[in-house]
């Protein structure tokens, strides 16, 4: 038996001021200050049908269209000089389907907001990133994962999506509905369409117990392979000029919850992890020989703790301190060599880097613009504080992951194209012509959209 919650808009009937885009547009930035844009024409639908009739109006006036979320994408995938459509009023779950295990919610609605309302319900999805403030729309689109054994990728978990075409149809793709859209929508880039809703498995809440820990770099690479087998939810942070790390493995547990206290979770991610870290990061960039130093001390702030609770309080954790970020998927057999490269090539350079290297993993999946893509994988991701220069860090980090068949995460920076692209992703010419059969005259085209899937 299906249940609604009702919190959120559903199709609507009417056309309204939201449909003809007749907001005054404004300068458009994302999260990181990397993006900046001013569209012709804003929209913010409040229903499917203001979605659709925004969207063919923009069609007939010769403007392109893009969706944007939070922001949170360090590259340009959803800037527009056409129509920009803001999803704020496209939130809230649709409908609840426990007999089946999922939740169908707008696209707008930000994962903070559907995790607290899935909670309410005594419900969770399985896995997710270390961040909510993404809307769901724009996390799977760019293929938002966190890590895990068995499974990783936000996208993974849908079991159907609603779709605005550029023609002006509704699509409603599962794998028993539309599948080749399907296979391809749950990471579209927003090349294919406009997500409206999304359907996501989910599952009876649980409980997971995080153990943190502070160990060497050299420990970490010698049991990589055996850390990710022995745990559900394996990842570690190394620090730059330092041979330490810090991991952290989520298992799930009984119970009952057992949360960090008030203190310890103030000092750690408050004061440790956003507040001294921010200071820190500011020291670096006014001094950056400074570094090192602040490195050796830094790496040993974070002790060890073990708590418990429910998902998505274990899995996210406060950032504040602003960065870009640079993270590409290797082979999972390749991240040790991969990671070894890295560190080595920072050694030998004058490089100083503040921000710790995450490296994550994820099982293979089925959907064509994946990271995972058809084999098991291994995420390294590179950060620098923002308003440091970053180009030479990140140039030298890319040669290295794409000597090892790396691809880029699709919201992160990267220099890769078409041509290279399409070698690294099998069911690359699969993703590119359903493009051209879904949208030949490029509606939801745009730069970012041309340099990484060609014209």
């Not at 359907?199 to 820990?213: C, D, G, W, Y």
């Not at 990710?228 to 298992?251: A, M």
């Not at 301190?321 to 998927?329: I, K, T």
């Amino acid at each position: 038996m299906s249940t609604g919650t009702g919190t959120g808009a559903g199709r609507g009937t009417g056309a309204g001021p939201g449909a003809t885009g007749g907001k005054k547009p404004t300068t458009w930035r994302n999260w990181a200050g990397t993006v900046t844009v001013r569209p012709a024409r804003e929209a913010t639908p409040a229903s499917v049908d203001e979605l659709v009739a925004a969207v063919r109006r923009a069609k007939e006036d010769g403007l392109t269209v893009k969706p944007v979320g939070s922001g949170h994408s360090f590259t340009a995938a959803a800037a527009t000089d056409g129509l920009l459509v803001r999803p704020d009023l496209l939130t809230g779950i649709r409908k609840i389907d426990r007999a089946a295990g999922t939740v169908t919610v707008e696209a707008g609605t930000p994962l903070k907001r559907l995790n607290a309302a899935l909670a309410r319900e005594g419900l969770s999805l399985t896995n997710m990133g270390d961040i909510m403030e993404q809307t769901v729309s724009g996390a799977v689109s760019t293929g938002t994962h966190g890590t895990g054994r068995d499974s990783a990728s936000i996208a993974a978990q849908i079991t159907a999506l609603e779709l605005v075409t550029a023609d002006g149809r509704v699509l409603t793709c599962s794998k028993d509905e539309h599948s080749d859209i399907f296979a391809a929508a749950r990471i579209g880039l927003g090349a294919l369409g406009v997500i409206s809703a999304i359907t996501f498995s989910v599952e009876p809440t649980f409980f997971l117990m995080a153990r943190e820990e502070p160990m060497t770099f050299d420990q970490v690479t010698a049991e990589f392979d055996q850390l990710v087998t022995e745990n559900e939810h394996f990842e570690f942070y190394w620090f730059p000029h330092t041979g330490n790390c810090n991991t952290k493995r989520n298992n799930r547990s009984v119970g009952p919850a057992a949360p960090p206290s008030a203190i310890s979770a103030f000092v750690e991610d408050e004061v440790l992890s956003n507040g001294l870290f921010q200071v820190v990061n500011s020291l670096g960039r006014a001094v950056p020989a400074t570094i090192p130093a602040i490195a050796k001390i830094s790496s040993k702030a974070l002790s060890a703790r073990t708590y418990t609770d429910i998902p998505y309080k274990v899995f996210t954790s406060p950032r504040r301190v602003r960065f870009v970020e640079m993270e590409y998927a290797v082979p999972r057999e390749a991240l040790v060599e991969t990671l070894r490269e890295l560190k080595s090539m920072i050694e030998r350079s004058p490089l100083r880097v503040s921000f710790p290297v995450e490296v994550r993993t994820a099982p293979a999946d089925d959907i064509a613009l994946s990271t995972a893509s058809g084999r098991e994988s291994a995420y390294i991701a590179v950060h620098m504080y923002k308003g440091t220069p970053f180009r030479s860090y990140f140039s030298a980090a890319e040669q290295i992951f794409t000597a090892h068949e790396g691809r880029p995460h699709w919201g992160k920076l990267h220099t890769r194209d078409a041509a290279y692209l399409a070698k690294a992703y099998p069911r690359f010419a699969e993703f590119t012509a359903l493009r051209d059969r879904l949208d030949p005259d490029r509606l939801f085209g745009n730069p970012y959209l041309r340099r990484v899937l060609g014209d």
